[in-house]
Nanobody, 119 residues
Framework: QVQLVESGGGLVQPGGSLRLSCAAS????????MRWYRQAPGKERDLVAS???????YYADSVKGRFTIFRDNAKNTVDLQMNSLKYEDTAVYYC?????????????WGKGTLVTVSS
């Protein structure tokens, strides 16, 4: 069984930085795409950033220039470096991955990690 585990959330002041990490484990053949989503209170879950196995990246307009997504294909991990954090970045951040396993392809979600930007 494949699972994703996030870490690194917490409380940070506006203008500060946080780094989120997500590790995939289980029976994994490859992970074509890894993504970070976020969901603020009362809002829908939105895609923040994604990265393919070849390193192609996507960023939502709201985080361009402030967030950077990294992945380590050997370790099946994806990180999200968040700089210049704003109040509106407060949300639960979820790791998501398209995982090719031994038998099938799965769309896997982590349980989420809370990021609170507050003074």
């Amino acid at each position: 069984q494949v699972q994703l585990v996030e870490s690194g959330g917490g409380l940070v002041q506006p203008g500060g930085s946080l780094r989120l990490s997500c590790a995939a484990s289980g029976s994994i053949f490859s992970i074509p795409s890894m993504r970070w989503y976020r969901q603020a209170p009362g809002k829908e879950r939105d895609l923040v950033a994604s990265i393919t196995i070849t390193g192609s990246t996507y960023y939502a307009d709201s985080v361009k220039g402030r967030f950077t997504i990294f992945r380590d294909n050997a370790k099946n991990t994806v990180d999200l470096q968040m700089n210049s954090l704003k109040y509106e970045d407060t949300a639960v951040y979820y790791c998501n991955a398209e995982v090719v396993g031994a038998i099938s392809t799965y769309d896997i979600w982590g349980k989420g990690t809370l990021v609170t930007v507050s003074s």
